[in-house]
């Protein structure tokens, strides 16, 4: 049987092979779905401009990662860093380059409430714990005077594929409880308590749209494109921020970035709290380095112009400054 | 080969030819019949494959969960923790309720196919129910999105919730259509012809001796088919519920899309639940190392016990029609 | 009771009609040219079309059937010409894998094509080959038994006269019965197609997707029912017609091959 799988892959290879004239100073990059909008734009502008094509395929952060671990592609994009373990499989050296930042928004429909329902933490664990049910309980409208909250089952809404999204937002829960750093943690897929799961960014922001008295979070390009309600959340000091790419960048800004470039900025002192980066990771030996760098320079130069059209907010440039240096480290 | 002695019995006595001619004819035929082989051992092959790739993809969640994974009902692949007992418990809790709903439909009109209308009237129905096996799955899901669901939820679910049969186990949890029954409903709709279908043929085949034995007896139409034609089909109709649920078990698109993909169990059918091949469909693409190996043996799982319900049923239905056809048939 | 009886079979009935008529004005009232002239647009974008997703479906079917008749057709042959504990073991066994739920094909096909594929070249993991292969495998069963059942219609004498005649095993079949059951074939074909054209769980992770224009087999492909599953599922208006749209071109598709597979069956039966 082996065997078998072996024909066909040489099947498909050859397949490759004859169809392929890509020659071997094209790039190749998988992984995360979130960053592919602005990665194709940034292909496709790349292309243009120096007629270098570039192949990026967004099957998801974890597979980029495996990819990237086995040597078959030249980076992955990804929204959660490497793991230790991960680091420790690969074939050498990686490091991470943040590409864009994105605040994750937390959107609710409740008919006759519009944007701007204040959520802390706390109560946001609490809501996707289950332990908070109604959205008249005393918590939230404590936090939301005036507001005409109704008793209603809130119905709890996420993501049921695994994702960056996820990651960034069950790490800013984990932050903020420790209830729920125990019981659920952070990763790209967790195990709810509680709510349904919808496929994709778009999935659960389409079960949102329909669905009354529901609570979900969603990339902010999805509430701002539909203009589907979000909420305002307490910076832990007690000042509401809405999500933003001012406010997302400001996260970044006021965190303190490790050595690696490997920190998530969930639960940053200023900003919005539940913002994150996403990392196009690649091997410190390359052999393409030349291309890979001239590659990741455009992107965190040229680039990130197209970051505001396409709702992700730009990596500061003390961050970028230091991204360059690591992109000259390449070899 | 068993099969060289077929061939040659099949072969008639010919008349006696040149050498030469016998021989070029002999290669032709031995060419022949080991292309028909191959073509038909690839069946058996693929069948062996499946098993075979399914159980060596699974290996690795073999080796860390044991038959823990069965009983299992934590699905947490941030910890690399993995059971399926959600999983499974829903796929056979939505495809039981299926079968409550589809079963008393489909015998129902089969009776009414085989016993009671006119053969004008006969065909046209019998292909319209025929015809909702041909419409794939996905589209299925669609309706049920868009017209399913909003239906059940404003017409059922909504004034049971609000009602005093909401204290009922079956009836709790957020009427908000992603759930159990929304499911359930659309798998009786899918599996109803096949449940119609097989069971019309096999009221069909019992033999017209039987009711005119009942008729002599002073039994009326309704006696005959409740006191003796039913019994007698028994067997076969039981092979044609299986067969059913053999189908409601393995269908995706349609159940992933309005079931709410939450992986817990619960016996509400307001609440949201997963199963087998849903899981599979949302969280394959992206998964990798234990994660896909957990996933594959969940597919692992769903083969084996669709083929063993299917096996049954084509059994059950297979020896049913056996018999009926040593009686003789009623036309 | 026989009240009872009559109500079921209107209720089966009312399925029916409450599931096309919806897919069918919805999908009417949605339709326009642009729809096959155009690609998909990012989400949330005004306008965009199925164009890519039909000719990647029509590419999937084309794979499939380059993988899926040869074997199906042959098999069916080999059923015909031998009876025998095998032959009978091996009906069995066809019965089996077209019980086999069609994601569990799409994880054989993600196990020996997408991984192997990853592991050999850089980059490549899903494909539209991929995705043919899992449908390919789909059809095998309803082309084998439907090749089957037709060629023994075929009246032995006609197999009977050819042998006699001289000519060999092969050259009977290839010249007289094939082609007296040619029309009984095509419908075996046109069915099975009608079955895996609205095929979807197998694609997620096979063909997967493409927001590109796309025909190289080793690169990942759109198709219909992919666009219909994601479109139905998203927040956006304009997508839910496209779902609907797209529904309603699969379900002509497999309208039109049930009726032409229907129309073969009748002209065989007539000749």
Redesign the interface.
Known sequence: MRTFSKTLGCAVLALAAMASRASSQDLTGAGSTFVNPIMTKWIYDYRQATGISINYQAVGSGAGISNLIDGTIDFAGSDAPMTAEQKGRAKGDVIHLPDVIGPVAISYNIPGIGTGLGFSGPILADIFLGKIKYWDDPQIVARNPGKNLPHEQIFVVHRSDGSGTTAIFTDYLSKVSPEWKSKVGSATTVSWPTGLGGKGSAGVAAILQQHPFSIGYVEFAYVEENKIPYAAMDDGTGNYVYPSAESAMQAAQSSTIAEDLCTMITAAPKGYPISGMSWLIVYKKSLKAPELRKFLKYVLTTGQKDTKALWYASIPPEIVSRELKLIDSIE | MPSEAAVIEAVPAAPPKSRRWETRRNIGDKVYKWILTVAAVSVLLIIAGTIYELTMGSRQSIAAFGLRFFSDSNWDPGRHLFGALPFILGTLYSSFWALVLALPIGLFTAIFLSEMAPRWLERPVSFMVELLAAIPSVVYGLWGLFVLQPFLVKYFEGPIANGPLAALPIFGGTANGYDMLSASVILAIMVLPYITAVSRDILRAIPRTVREASYALGATSWETIKGVVLPYARAGIIGAVMLGFGRALGETMAVTMVIGNAPIFKTDLFSSGYTLASVIANELAEASGLYRSALIEIGLCLFLITLVVNAAAKLLIYYTAQDLNATGGKK | ??G??????I???T??V???L??LI?GIGSMNFSIFTQGPV???QEGGGLRNAIIGTLILISIACVIGL??????G???L???????RT?R??????N???????G??A????V?????????????A??GG?ALG?LM??TV?RTTEEILRLVPVALR?AS??L?A????T?LSVILPSARGGIITGILLAL?RI?????PL??TA?GN?DFNV???R?IDAL?LN???Y?????ENL?HL??AG?II??AI??VL?IAARWALKGQLQD
């Not at chain 3, 054209?197 to 769980?201: C, D, I, V």
């Open positions: 009771m026989a009872v009886a009559a109500s079921a079979t209720v089966a009935v399925a029916l409450f599931v096309l919806y897919i919805g990012p989400m949330g040869p074997i199906g057709i042959l098999g042959v080999y059923q010409e031998t009876n025998t504990t095998f032959s091996l069995f066994f066809t019965d089996v894998m019980s086999i739920p069609s994601i569990v094909m994880i054989f993600y196990l020996i094509v991984l192997p594929a990853a592991e050999i070249s850089p980059g490549h993991a899903f494909s080959f991929a292969v495998f095998i069963p084998m009977d042998l006699a001289g060999s095993q092969w050259r079949t009608a054209a609205g095929e979807t769980a997620l992770f997967f927001l190289r087999l080793d990942p029912p219909i599953f994601n139905a599922t998203s927040p956006y839910h779902a609907l529904a699969l379900l497999i309208l049930s």
